[in-house]
């Protein structure tokens, strides 16, 4: 199967995991031109950059696009995600 993105063809492969996908996917998810990640971005700040919570609880942290702004207005946060190359920030604990 194929699918259209804008100037590029994928082949979406049956044999490949998600998990898999993700993974490699994630060496350039911030870098390639996505104009609904980048809007996402804008919105969740705009919507959560004047709250303070004391916990956060982000599941699915993928690029921790938005950890870092979690990050900023929790006292704890919690990100959780599975992809290996997404974990820029990961300590390894």
Request: include cysteine; hydrophobic fraction near 35%; proline fraction near 0%.
């Amino acid at each position: 199967m194929m699918c259209l993105n804008g100037c590029r063809n994928y082949t979406i492969r049956e044999d490949v995991s998600i998990k898999t996908a993700y993974n490699n996917w994630a060496a350039t998810y911030d870098l390639d031109r996505n104009l609904t990640r980048d809007l996402d971005r804008v919105v969740t700040r705009k919507i959560l950059a004047h709250r303070r919570c004391r916990s956060i609880l982000e599941i699915g942290c993928g690029t921790e696009k938005n950890t870092i702004l979690l990050a900023e207005i929790g006292e704890r946060v919690l990100a959780l995600g599975w992809c290996r190359s997404y974990s820029k920030n990961d300590q390894g604990g």
